[in-house]
């Protein structure tokens, strides 16, 4: 399953919130814990969930961290074909820098295609936390999902900074709120809520095909929660790890 999968690393965020600290580099590039970057608590999930084929994707002030990464991730077997692999815009489908989440996946199709998996992974590079990737796949495929998101529960109050999901029972979403002024409550406690921790898994083919059409539509803001989850929560193919 593992070999089946590509993981596609979003790095290319400015980090308004962290200024000064991001003033002269991306946000995942920020030092963490002494010797660490943001960036490696996401590259260290991958590899410890035997995740070795990683597409990292940068654009802002993207110096310091490809650099970091050139030299402190060279560990993955080259020769068995496993790599981590930075990927700057390269205007190949246009003339824009990455408008929005959804966007860099799709500039970058060529190499998504290129690829032999059937699913793909898409994180963020600026997040902090511990995860095992295989238990969220294994769950995708036995559940047949088109897509599957990493969720949380977390409280009400806070809930108005990230998607929030509305799940069924049996793990489906069913309805998603995108950083709403009043996130709706979870049936299980009225303080909490489930919140999208911005980890997707997704078929690779439909992820393809999701992204053409979204790239099509003027009025798309290309962005994942915005634009590609409620439509794919409308077609019911959208569950919640």
């Known amino acids: ?11 290319g965020g400015e980090g308004e919130r962290l200024y000064p600290l991001t003033r002269d580099r991306a946000k995942p590039a920020v030092p963490f814990g002494g ?50 692999n930075v990927l700057p815009p390269m205007k190949r489908v246009g003339n824009d820098w990455y408008k929005g989440t959804a966007d860099a996946i ?6 998504i295609g290129s690829e032999p998996c059937k699913q793909v992974l898409v994180l963020s590079g600026d997040h902090v936390y511990k995860m ?31 998607g929030v999901c509305e799940v069924d029972s049996g793990g489906r979403i069913i309805g998603w709120q995108e950083k709403p002024a009043n996130p709706k409550p979870s049936v299980h406690d009225p303080t909490k809520c489930q919140v999208s921790m ?10 393809i095909e999701t992204l053409l059409a979204d790239a099509d539509d003027p009025e798309s803001k290309h962005d994942f929660g915005k634009n590609i989850i409620p439509r794919l929560i409308e077609k019911n193919l959208a569950y919640s790890y």
């Open 1 to 11: 399953m593992v070999r089946d999968t590509l993981v596609c690393l979003l790095a």
């Open 35 to 84: 010797i660490y970057r943001i960036v490696d608590l996401t590259l260290s999930n991958c590899i410890n969930s035997d995740l070795r084929h990683i597409y990292v994707l940068t654009q802002y002030k993207a110096l310091s961290l490809n650099r970091h990464i050139r030299e402190g991730w060279g560990i993955v077997a080259n020769e068995l074909g496993e790599f981590i």
């Open 106 to 111: 799709f500039q970058n199709l060529y190499s």
């Open 132 to 162: 095992n990737y295989q238990l969220m796949l294994q769950q995708h495929v036995d559940a047949g999902a088109g897509v599957t998101i990493g969720t949380i529960e977390f409280d009400l109050s806070e809930a108005s900074r990230f």
């Open 198 to 207: 911005g980890i997707y898994c997704f078929n690779r083919d439909l992820l």
